[in-house]
């Protein structure tokens, strides 16, 4: 579990909370059950009308991603890749197709098998970035309907505040009704700002995060899989696709292989 996320989801009500106490205010002061009718129902019912049903069924799951610790592990990638290097320049590109079989990552074993059955290079860049070009619309497709929310919300906040301005003008004849009356307009539009600043937009820019590490580390493996296929050094393949990645990154991996073999 990405604890991250659930440490900035919790801290960001907490702040909220202890801000509306230590400025004087009540908890129960924020709640007001017409302003949550308002502004969160406005929203999903507007999401309903602009989103296919299949569309927000899932948009649970895609919350759940952001709660989850998604690695990839690039370096160790790599390493697979130039494992398979050297498979293929010792024995030849046939001998992959067993070696294969025992690595998870769906992704490079299409790509290894479609070398293997002799695919032309050409082809299987198309073949492959079309995967990639498709996991990244559907990426597109769940990002856009949080971003989205984040827009709907505090429109619908405003509304709520307008309404309930509207109502406390129709009783100026009561002074004593004017604080209550504004205080419920304005909650209005909190909800909104927290519906799109805590729940919307902060998972949106998560999920772009991982959306981005989990695209480059395909197109690593894919450069991986087509210098195996063109025949390149071993070396020559590690040198590009740790190119891909920051000075850093590599000198890591290095003296971390370095120091396995000193203890070898």
Known sequence: MDIFTL??????????????????????GLFDLGSIIITLGGTIFVMMSGFK????AGLGKIYGITFKTHKFDVVSGIKTVIDLANVARK????????????????FLQKGVLLIVDGTDAELVRGIMESEIGALEERHKSGI????TMATFAPAFGMIGTLVGLINMLQNL????ALGPGMAVALVTT????IIANVLCNPFAAKLKGHSAEEIMYKEIMLEGMLSIQAGENPRIIEEK????LPRSVKEDATAAAAAAKTEI
């Open 7 to 28: 440490i900035g989801l919790i801290g960001a009500f907490g702040c909220i909370l202890f801000g509306t106490v230590f400025g004087g205010g009540t908890i129960g």
């Open 53 to 56: 049903m299949s569309d927000l």
């Open 91 to 106: 024995e030849g590109l046939l001998a992959l197709e067993e070696v294969v079989k025992g690595i998870d990552e769906p």
């Open 144 to 147: 856009g309907i949080i971003e």
């Open 173 to 176: 004849n009561d002074p004593s």
């Open 190 to 193: 909190l909800y909104g700002s």
């Open 241 to 244: 696709l740790f190119s891909f």
